[in-house]
């Protein structure tokens, strides 16, 4: 599986952005798919998941909750997250991800910077 970010870039705070993933190779084999996020000096962190099957059930970091919005279009396999209020305090390199029985996949990142 391979996955290709897009749609990052610098941003007032309170702005907009929506993030896309686009997923190719055996994407069948995908259960969960997400969006993890690295802060400057910081750990890498979960931001939020969609299950790839049935109604697609979704999970939220709560810096995030009712701001963020995760989606997925399995027509053309991508993965979007948008990006409402943004603030300084999201300013981060950020991740699609991939889960799949035998191993986790990554994208080379985004940068989102939200200046004050």
């Known amino acids: 599986v391979q996955l290709a970010e897009s749609g990052g870039g610098l941003v007032q705070a309170g702005g907009s952005l929506k993030l896309s993933c686009a997923a190719s190779?055996?994407?069948?084999?995908?259960?969960?798919m997400g969006w993890y996020r690295q802060p400057p000096g910081k750990q890498r962190e979960m931001v939020a998941t969609?299950?790839?099957?049935?109604?697609?059930?979704?999970k939220y970091a709560d810096s995030v909750k009712g701001r963020f919005t995760i989606s997925r279009d399995n027509a053309k396999n991508t993965m979007y997250l948008q990006m409402n209020s943004l603030k300084p305090d999201d300013t981060a390199v950020y991740y699609c991800?991939?889960?799949?029985?035998?191993?986790?996949?990554w994208g080379q990142g985004t940068q989102v910077t939200v200046s004050s």
């Open positions: 190779g055996s994407t069948f084999s995908i259960n969960v």
């Open positions: 991800s991939a889960k799949s029985w035998v191993r986790d996949y």
């Open positions: 969609i299950i790839s099957g049935g109604g697609g059930s979704t």
